[in-house]
């Protein structure tokens, strides 16, 4: 970071930003409006309730009973609440959930900030076992659950957590199937561990949502303590920092807004009611409606460079996304890409930075996977840091670096 921080001209790949020049400052000034022209007491700058402002969790629930049809609309209202970013529900669910010493599956590749939130909190990452497509290896998990049971650590597995639509950070979603085979394994294995889903990119697809139902309508997932995740910072802006999220399990909820009552008693209230009018004028699906086809630009300008620029060739591959802001590339297996590299340290001297995939695995960390974000760059830029990019790759893979 220092290098970074001595090099004006450094391109940046690295941070999971979303982009300023399409950020909703109109619907959020309007909002505004609204709010300071209401007559009698203005409440949004009052404290409001632990669990969220009562018309937001209402809309949002709404809003996933759409995209989900098949839902118990009364349980999922119910088990509703509001967050200070989903960042924040994710540790208040870790923290409700484990011990130190405890264990948690993790998808494969996974959240790097949730991994190292559970290396902070001393809880062990498993990584659910995937095939070479990256897709869930039922069998694998098999064997996992069997080996962690011979080595008498079943009992300490507490959650399972993946991020299931336009992953951060491999852009992969997760099919119906997949979701099922982990549900059905862990009820083979006799642990009905309450699942995490995080669905934080779920709507921001490009052109078609992801078709998946969530675990709260899977049949397999039915027995299971489940939290559903989500959060308005990426599809909307992510300085209003606010998350939402449903638990069909109403004891694991109640453990988690005593914490968050601790912390906070209450996500900002201003925050909320400037949600709540956007939500309830449409201003969302406006602002989905712009930044999705800016953000599948932003992505085929990335694509494009590194492709144009030749590294295919080199033996790079990575998967087209349909969504989200990364391209999750996966380098030549004999190139060490980690954060101590001298790749890594011949991009930043070249100008540009990206995140070192080993970050992004819960245990047996590959180091020939990276992450590049095109959240917040330039067409222009993105174009130029794909080539500066390629430009080293090229002498890494003649090795004359
Ligand atoms: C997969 C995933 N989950 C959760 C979060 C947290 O988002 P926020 O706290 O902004 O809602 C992020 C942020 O990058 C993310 O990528």
Redesign the pocket.
């Known amino acids: 970071m220092t290098m970074a921080l001595e090099n004006p001209k450094l391109l940046s790949l690295a941070a ?1 930003f979303t982009d300023n020049r399409t950020l909703p400052v109109a619907a959020v000034q309007a909002a505004v409006q609204a709010l300071a022209s209401q007559s009698g007491a203005p409440d949004y700058l009052q404290y409001g309730t632990n669990q969220g402002r009562p018309e937001l969790r209402a809309l949002l629930a709404e809003r996933l009973l759409q995209q989900e049809p098949g839902l118990d609309a009364g349980a999922v209202k119910r088990g509703f609440f509001i967050t200070n ?4 529900a ?1 540790y208040l669910a870790m923290q409700v959930l484990c011990e130190p010493g405890d264990i948690v599956l993790v998808d494969r590749p996974s ?1 790097f ?2 991994l190292e939130m559970l290396a902070g909190l001393g809880v062990r990452a498993r990584s659910l076992p995937v095939d070479a497509a990256g897709r869930i290896d039922g069998p694998g998990l098999r064997t996992l659950l069997g080996d962690l049971r011979v080595q008498g650590d079943l009992a300490r597995l507490k959650a399972v957590y993946f ?1 299931s639509y336009f ?2 950070p491999s852009g992969r979603s997760l099919d119906e199937e997949e979701k099922a085979v982990i549900a059905e394994e862990l009820t083979a294995a006799g642990a009905l561990v309450p699942v995490v889903e ?1 669905a ?2 779920r709507e921001l697809y490009y052109e078609t949502a992801h078709p998946a139902r969530s675990v709260l309508s899977l049949p397999a997932w039915t027995a299971f303590p489940k939290l559903y ?1 989500s ?1 308005l ?2 599809p909307f802006a ?1 300085g209003l ?1 606010v ?1 939402y999220g449903t638990s069909s399990h109403p004891e694991l909820l109640a453990r988690m807004l005593h914490v968050k009552g601790h912390h906070d008693f209450g996500t900002a209230h201003f925050n909320q009611a400037i949600l709540e009018q956007v939500l309830a004028h449409g201003g969302l699906d406006a602002q989905l409606a712009v930044i999705r086809p800016a953000y599948l630009k932003k992505m085929r300008a990335l694509h494009t460079a590194l492709t144009d620029a030749g590294l295919p060739a080199l033996g790079w591959q990575w998967a087209v996304p349909t969504g989200g802001l990364y391209l999750w590339l996966n380098a030549p297996a004999t190139l060490d890409t980690g954060l101590e590299s001298a790749f890594c340290r011949a991009c930043i001297e070249a100008g540009v930075l990206y995140v070192p995939g080993e970050l992004c695995f819960g245990d047996d960390a590959p180091k020939h996977f990276i992450r590049l974000s095109f959240g917040v760059l330039a067409e222009a830029e993105l174009a130029e840091a794909g080539r500066r990019f390629v430009a080293v790759a090229r002498r890494f893979s003649r090795g004359d670096a």
């Open positions: 999971g970013g989903s960042q924040q994710l959240y900030v949730y991020v992953s951060n995080d934080a990119y995740l959060t910072t990426k992510s920092k998350g």
